[in-house]
């Protein structure tokens, strides 16, 4: 199985606003960063766990993002501490139709077998028409949303 997740307000939280709309250079603050203006970023506080419990399942994860700073997500992924524990990373602007197209042709996992967890209820109505198994994350990726699929 392919665990699939968006960034923004699903993983982290950039001070209430979008990765493309901080200020870099960041820098590491303990568990979050921040950005040139101060501005704090952070990994919702499930998501670590939630992380590690789907690696160590044995599952594949993904990222799948439209932003429009591709390299400043990538950047904070590693900052964060998460980058390692995904196997692709499918980052940049545009619909999420193709990112998944691309997932599904690299892991080779067909999209019925595949999870996705994201904050936007267009990019939730799109995946599902795949046929993705899709979750609207609303404030932060929770244990809950994801135990159920593990």
């Known amino acids: 199985m392919l665990f699939v997740f968006d960034l923004d307000f699903t993983l982290w939280d950039c001070g209430g606003t979008w990765c493309d709309?901080?200020?870099p250079p960041y820098r590491k603050d303990?568990?979050?960063v921040l950005d040139s203006s101060g501005r704090l970023i952070y990994l919702y506080p499930d998501v670590p766990d939630i992380l590690e419990k789907v690696k160590t399942a044995g599952?594949?994860?993904a990222a799948a993002s439209r932003t429009h700073e591709p390299d400043w997500a990538r950047e904070l992924l590693h900052l964060l501490g998460i980058s390692d524990l995904f196997d692709w990373k499918e980052i940049y602007p545009g619909p999420k139709i193709p990112h998944f197209k691309s997932l599904q042709q690299k892991s080779g996992i067909p999209f019925g077998q595949m999870f996705f967890f994201d904050d936007e209820l267009r990019n939730i109505r799109d995946i599902s028409r795949l046929?993705?198994?899709s979750v609207l994350v609303e404030n932060g990726l929770s244990q809950?949303?994801?135990s159920q699929f593990l």
């Open 21 to 23: 709309c901080t200020t």
């Open 30 to 32: 303990g568990e979050s």
């Open 59 to 61: 599952h594949k994860l």
């Open 131 to 133: 046929g993705v198994h």
């Open 144 to 146: 809950s949303q994801v």
